[in-house]
């Protein structure tokens, strides 16, 4: 099943992916869930899947605002310098532990929506990622039991505002300016993918491949990073961990290659979709 966040005529609902277009479960469930990450809360995933089964769509994709997949979630955590050739590229070394950074939910746009290229920077970067979603909370995951907490899949585009990144040799002001990230389509649920199913990634830019890679190649696995990261704090569900980009980043292109105004990004995952977004520089 494939579970959407979305605005229609100003009120924000969530929905599952029908062959017609979009069940509004915000409807279906009669209000008892305010959002995507509320369902996932309440472990409703397989009430919503039996409420979508043979349903028809109320309205139709083209007629709603896609938002990122889980709109304001308690914590996007970013995983750095995860396949060998994105490390080698940056002339740097593989580390034991995997290297976090935090995303603010403001820096997330939905697929469809505008990229935004800020004022002070002309270096702003791609990444494809695959973001994980946790349904089921926990601290101090085993990696034996990572797959039980995980919701669903979903594309992402940490857009990285690269000298901004460079400031300092903490990367969090890069990658958090004001919707320069891509956070969807949708999400695909997990029992859709089963743990461990190699996944290709890549990025289009303006149609020319620019990043490939598959999810075996990642340095610290999935299953390592959900273990690692409920060490430090408990994931809840609706968490979202991005896990990590491959080789082939703009920078480290020779010229560079940045986005800019008028270009199209795709980030692309073969068991999920393409997330779309325009380039448009901010006002």
């Not at 409703?44 to 089964?53: D, F, H, K, S």
């Not at 979903?154 to 990285?160: E, F, K, R």
């Not at 990261?229 to 940045?258: C, E, F, K």
Request: glycine share 12%; proline share 6%.
């Amino acid at each position: 099943m494939k579970l959407v966040s979305f605005e229609r005529q100003g009120r924000a609902g969530f929905g599952a992916v029908a062959a017609d277009g979009i069940v509004d479960l915000g409807a279906a469930f009669g209000g008892r869930h305010a959002d995507l990450k509320a369902l996932l809360a309440a472990d409703a995933v397989g009430e919503a899947a039996r409420l979508a089964a043979g349903r028809k769509a109320d309205f139709a994709l083209a007629d709603v605002t896609l938002l990122p997949v889980i709109p304001q979630p308690g914590k996007i955590w970013c995983c750095g310098l995860n396949y060998h050739e994105h490390v080698r590229e940056t002339n740097r070394e593989v580390t034991e532990q995997p290297t976090f950074f935090l995303r603010v939910a403001d820096s997330q746009v939905g697929h469809g929506q505008p990229i935004v290229r800020p004022k002070e920077s002309v270096q702003l970067d791609y990444e494809a990622e695959i973001a994980v979603i946790i349904g089921r909370g926990g601290r101090r995951i085993a990696e034996a039991d990572a797959a039980r907490h995980i919701a669903g899949y979903a594309c992402y585009n940490d857009g990285s505002v690269r000298d901004w990144q460079r400031h300092t040799s903490q990367w969090v002001p890069g990658k958090n300016f004001w919707r320069t990230g891509g956070f969807g389509p949708w999400m695909v649920t997990a029992d859709e993918i089963p743990f461990g199913t190699p996944m290709t990634l890549l990025t289009r830019l303006n149609g020319r491949e620019m990043q490939r890679a598959t999810t075996d190649m990642m340095i610290h696995g999935i299953a390592r990073q959900i273990a690692y990261l409920s060490t430090i704090a408990p994931l809840q569900p609706g968490d979202v961990i991005v896990t990590g980009t491959p080789g082939g980043v703009g920078a480290r292109r020779q010229p560079p290659v940045w986005m800019k105004a008028g270009d199209v990004v795709e980030i692309e995952v073969d068991r999920i979709g393409v997330l779309r977004n325009p380039v448009a520089d901010e006002d």
